[in-house]
């Protein structure tokens, strides 16, 4: 329930003084008297050696292992990931202290409220009574079908409503409700007919639904014959329930992640599922009220943690499903806070899998979830064919006007750049596979005659990857590592005419300066971790450049190949007033390249000497 009014000066400091704070934290954590003090392990960690303070002189508490610590409205915020007037009417409800109201009619709207929640909660009680009952019999062979033991009805407070039109509510009026609270509570609903009110729930398996706070403020039933229409029914709208605000576990999910069971919720379709996910040790699972996940229970994910998982059914309505969150998540991802998917595999949601293949089965899946830009990016590259300029021209619009529902412009920006660089990578491949295709039947590309022959194929592909500018030198430095010895300043200084010629080069030299042994396997993997599958594929398929000696006449060639083509660029900036010898030359420039440019000049004159002397021997052999 939200506060009525703002707390005044001094509650909050006599709720402290009411409340020790061992008795609250204590049913969360097994602490153990130590002198004045309580001592127990962490509740925000995963630790072995207790390091996980209370002291109830002081009224707070200390976590040394994650450096938590506050008082017990802190601890509650923390593990229960509620806000401050959340925390604070919890404790106040606990220690019997009224809030206090701002007028007459405040007051009388506060306490109807309670009413309704004290009637749910009647409510409730009543349901998980009747399942344990007599007429409960087939909700409990639904239940056992399901691999659910008596000990999990407990813990989800699952129950049954009698297949009767008026049963529950006779019970209510017993307890001392009125038909207005059990109408504005939604348990029970007014005769089209004029007669009495009759019972909104029949025959179905409940589920009690909860607020932030953990009370019962609706309930989700589920039909258990074959005609039941519909087979799930939510509670309506009312005073205290608003499906579209509200995540069916959202309270035990939290306690979960403040337990240090992760950091983000893990959103299903539905409430077996996510039963079944906590089941399984994932605690932290909640799921929507049977519809498309709304902004407001965007932000409570959120609220619950940085980096929630999407999981959803392995079915074409299981992947709809995604992409809807999908749209609905993009405007709001910022630095911090994003959304990762999972689709599950052969059509099964979350509690068939783990019924099939296990609880660990369901942790490899998570463990693969896929980024909010990869599964945006699968998408749109799989919306059509991408066999014309068009539409290729349509992937790349779609991308961008996807980014353009960014609100964060950094984040916006950061897009932008990977989507681009998955299409320029995409549409390579794809080129690269139409190339391969047509040499594979003798028709080249290139409108060349036809290659006779797996030999004359394969040496016509190896022409064609020879015209890119610079990419035998680089080839010739991963098969020859030992070339680095004499030439990797000259490397490092090169500029390669080809982007992608310009990664590998990159690579070559961020292993080697990491200590890295240079081969094929290691650049292909650094090229891969980084994204680059162009240069990767150019390296694959680029043939083996044999092992050459010191002194080999290539070897020498491609020393003075990259003196001769540094040398050239160098003076041409020289010429076009580039300012090589300026230390003001570019206001642009990081320090880093200043400080480069001005080694550069330090080195011109040794390295036209050097050139002039390989000329000289090149000349000779």
Same mark, same amino acid.
């Given at each position: 329930m939200s506060q009525p009014v703002r707390i005044p000066d001094g509650f909050v400091e006599e709720l402290k003084a009411r409340i020790r704070p061992s008795d609250v934290i204590g049913r969360k954590v097994k602490l153990t008297k130590k002198g004045k003090e309580w001592v127990g392990l962490s509740p925000f960690t995963n630790e072995k050696t207790p390091s996980f303070y209370v002291n109830d002189q002081k009224r707070i508490f200390k976590c040394f292992s994650s450096g938590t610590g506050g008082d017990v409205i802190n601890f509650i915020m923390e593990t229960e990931r509620l806000s401050f007037i959340e925390?604070?009417?919890?404790?106040?409800?606990?220690?019997?202290?009224?809030?206090?109201?701002?007028?007459?009619?405040?007051?009388?709207?506060?306490?109807?409220?309670?009413?309704?929640?004290?009637?749910?909660?009647?409510?409730?009680?009543?349901?998980?009574?009747?399942?344990?009952?007599?007429?409960?019999?087939? +909700?409990?062979?639904?239940?056992?079908?399901?691999?659910?033991?008596?000990?999990?009805?407990?813990?989800?407070?699952?129950?049954?409503?009698?297949?009767?039109?008026?049963?529950?509510?006779?019970?209510?009026?017993?307890?001392?409700?009125?038909?207005?609270?059990?109408?504005?509570?939604?348990?029970?609903?007014?005769?089209?007919?004029?007669?009495?009110?009759f019972d909104f729930f029949r025959g179905r398996l409940m589920f009690p639904i909860t607020d932030v706070r953990g009370a019962v403020i609706a309930f989700g039933g589920r039909g258990l014959t074959p005609d039941a229409k519909p087979k799930y029914l939510n509670s309506g709208d009312t005073e205290l329930f608003h499906k579209s605000a509200v995540l069916y576990r959202y309270k035990a999910a939290r306690e979960a992640l403040g337990a240090g069971e992760g950091g983000g919720l893990i959103v299903c379709e539905g409430y077996m599922d996510a039963i079944a996910l906590a089941e399984a040790g994932f605690g932290q699972a909640v799921a929507p009220l049977g519809t498309a996940l709304t902004e407001d229970q965007l932000q409570l994910i959120w609220?619950?943690?940085?980096?929630?998982?999407?999981?959803?059914?392995?079915?074409?309505?299981?992947?709809?499903?995604?992409?809807?969150?999908?749209?609905?998540a993009l405007p709001f991802v910022e630095p911090g806070r994003s959304v990762f998917f999972v689709l599950l595999p052969d059509a099964m949601d979350p509690d068939d899998l783990i019924r099939a293949r296990g609880a660990g089965a369901m942790g490899e899946e998570l463990d693969r979830r896929l980024p909010l830009s990869e599964l945006l990016w699968r998408r749109e590259r799989d919306a059509e064919p991408l066999d014309t300029p068009?539409?290729?021209?349509?992937?790349?619009?779609?991308?961008?006007?996807?980014?353009?529902?960014?609100?964060?412009?950094?984040?916006?920006?950061?897009?932008?750049?990977?989507?681009?660089?998955?299409?320029?990578?995409?549409?390579?491949?794809?080129?690269?596979?139409?190339?391969?295709?047509?040499y594979r039947k003798g028709r080249p590309a290139s409108g060349q005659n036809p290659a006779e022959g797996e030999d004359a194929q394969a040496a016509l592909k190896q022409r064609q990857f020879e015209k890119i500018g610079g990419l035998r030198s680089v080839i010739l430095a991963i098969d020859n590592p030992a070339l680095l010895a004499a030439g990797a300043e000259l490397l490092a200084q090169w500029a390669p005419p080809d982007e992608d010629v310009a990664r590998l080069r990159d690579a070559v030299l961020d292993l080697a300066k990491d200590g890295i042994p240079i081969d094929r396997t290691a650049v292909a993997a650094h090229l891969g971790d980084s994204g680059?599958?162009?240069? +990767?594929?150019?390296?694959?398929?680029?043939?083996?450049?044999?092992?050459?000696?010191?002194?080999?006449?290539?070897?020498?060639?491609?020393?003075? +190949?990259?003196?001769?083509?540094?040398?050239?660029?160098?003076?041409?900036?020289?010429?076009?007033?580039?300012?090589?010898?300026?230390?003001?030359?570019?206001?642009?420039?990081?320090?880093?390249?200043w400080r480069r440019q001005h080694q550069m000049v330090a080195e011109r004159r040794a390295l036209r000497a050097r050139v002039s002397e390989a000329s000289s021997k090149r000349s000779d052999s």
């Open positions: 925390a604070v009417e919890k404790l106040a409800e606990e220690a019997g202290m009224q809030l206090p109201k701002a007028s007459p009619e405040a007051a009388e709207a506060y306490d109807h409220r309670k009413r309704l929640v004290a009637a749910c909660e009647a409510a409730a009680n009543w349901f998980e009574d009747r399942l344990r009952s007599g007429e409960g019999a087939a +909700a409990r062979t639904y239940l056992d079908g399901r691999g659910l033991s008596g000990d999990a009805w407990k813990r989800h407070r699952l129950g049954y409503a009698p297949d009767d039109w008026r049963r529950t509510r006779a019970h209510l009026l017993a307890e001392g409700f009125t038909d207005a609270e059990l109408i504005a509570a939604g348990l029970i609903k007014e005769s089209d007919k004029g007669g009495e009110p609220k619950a943690g940085p980096e929630p998982v999407m999981c959803f059914d392995g079915d074409r309505a299981g992947l709809g499903a995604a992409y809807r969150a999908l749209d609905r068009e539409r290729q021209a349509g992937l790349e619009a779609r991308l961008m006007a996807a980014c353009g529902q960014i609100r964060h412009g950094g984040v916006k920006a950061a897009y932008e750049r990977d989507l681009k660089s998955r299409l320029r990578d995409h549409m390579w491949a794809l080129r690269d596979a139409k190339r391969s295709n047509s680059h599958i162009r240069a +990767a594929s150019l390296l694959k398929k680029y043939r083996g450049i044999p092992q050459k000696v010191a002194d080999a006449p290539e070897v020498r060639e491609w020393l003075i +190949a990259l003196e001769q083509d540094v040398a050239k660029r160098r003076t041409g900036e020289l010429e076009t007033g580039s300012g090589m010898d300026s230390a003001g030359a570019d206001p642009t420039l990081s320090p880093q390249d």
